[in-house]
C-alpha cells in the first residue's frame, strides 16, 4: 500500500459565469459532489463557492490523476444537477479549471479562504479571482 499525502486546491466556474449557482442550489450541489466524493473515495477537506464557481481543497489519492478526480466531482455534479432539475436552465460547467498543490504549512490559511467565499466576492469578482489565481501560481492560457 501506498501512503501519499497530496492537496490540492481547485477551481470550476459555470459555464460563461453564468450565476447559476444561489446559496440555496450551492448548498444541495455541495452537499451532493461531498457525498459522490465519498463513495468514490475521493477526500474533501473543504468544498465552497459563490453563484458562479465552487473551490474544493481535496486529498489526491495515490491511483488517481488529477484530471478523473475533477471529472468525478466537476463533470459528474453537472449531470447530477440537470437529471434532477435542480436549475431551471440546463446547467454547464466551464470546461476549464484550476488546480494547484497546497503545501501542509498553508492549509489553514487555504481552508479560510474556501470557507469565506461569499465575504471575499463582496469585493472580487470570479474573472478578477482567476487572474489573480493564475498569476500567483505561474499559470498562463495557451490557445
Same mark, same amino acid.
Given at each position: 500500500?501506498?501512503?501519499?499525502?497530496?492537496?490540492?486546491? #481547485?477551481? /470550476?466556474?459555470? %459555464?460563461?459565469?453564468?450565476? @447559476? $449557482? *444561489?446559496? =440555496?442550489?450551492?448548498?444541495?450541489?455541495?452537499?451532493?459532489?461531498?457525498?459522490?466524493?465519498?463513495?468514490?473515495?475521493?477526500?474533501?477537506?473543504?468544498?465552497?463557492?459563490?453563484?458562479?464557481?465552487?473551490?474544493?481543497?481535496?486529498?489526491?489519492?495515490?491511483?488517481?490523476?488529477?484530471?478523473?478526480?475533477?471529472?468525478?466531482?466537476?463533470?459528474?455534479? #453537472?449531470? /447530477?444537477?440537470? %437529471?434532477?432539475?435542480?436549475? @431551471? $436552465? *440546463?446547467? =454547464?460547467?466551464?470546461?476549464?479549471?484550476?488546480?494547484?498543490?497546497?503545501?501542509?504549512?498553508?492549509?489553514?490559511?487555504?481552508?479560510?479562504?474556501?470557507?469565506?467565499?461569499?465575504?471575499?466576492?463582496?469585493?472580487?469578482?470570479?474573472?478578477?479571482?482567476?487572474?489573480?489565481?493564475?498569476?500567483?501560481?505561474?499559470?498562463?492560457?495557451?490557445?
Amino acid at each position: 500500500m501506498s501512503y501519499v499525502r497530496v492537496w490540492i486546491h #481547485a477551481v /470550476w466556474g459555470t %459555464k460563461n459565469r453564468e450565476p @447559476l $449557482l *444561489t446559496k =440555496e442550489i450551492r448548498l444541495q450541489v455541495i452537499d451532493h459532489i461531498r457525498a459522490n466524493a465519498k463513495e468514490k473515495q475521493i477526500y474533501i477537506d473543504r468544498l465552497n463557492g459563490y453563484t458562479d464557481h465552487l473551490h474544493c481543497l481535496f486529498g489526491l489519492n495515490a491511483d488517481r490523476a488529477i484530471a478523473k478526480t475533477m471529472q468525478l466531482m466537476k463533470g459528474e455534479s #453537472a449531470y /447530477w444537477i440537470n %437529471k434532477e432539475k435542480i436549475t @431551471l $436552465l *440546463t446547467f =454547464e460547467r466551464a470546461d476549464e479549471y484550476y488546480a494547484v498543490s497546497v503545501s501542509e504549512s498553508d492549509l489553514e490559511r487555504v481552508r479560510a479562504y474556501i470557507d469565506n467565499q461569499e465575504e471575499h466576492h463582496k469585493r472580487r469578482t470570479f474573472a478578477e479571482e482567476v487572474a489573480e489565481f493564475m498569476q500567483k501560481h505561474g499559470l498562463a492560457r495557451h490557445g
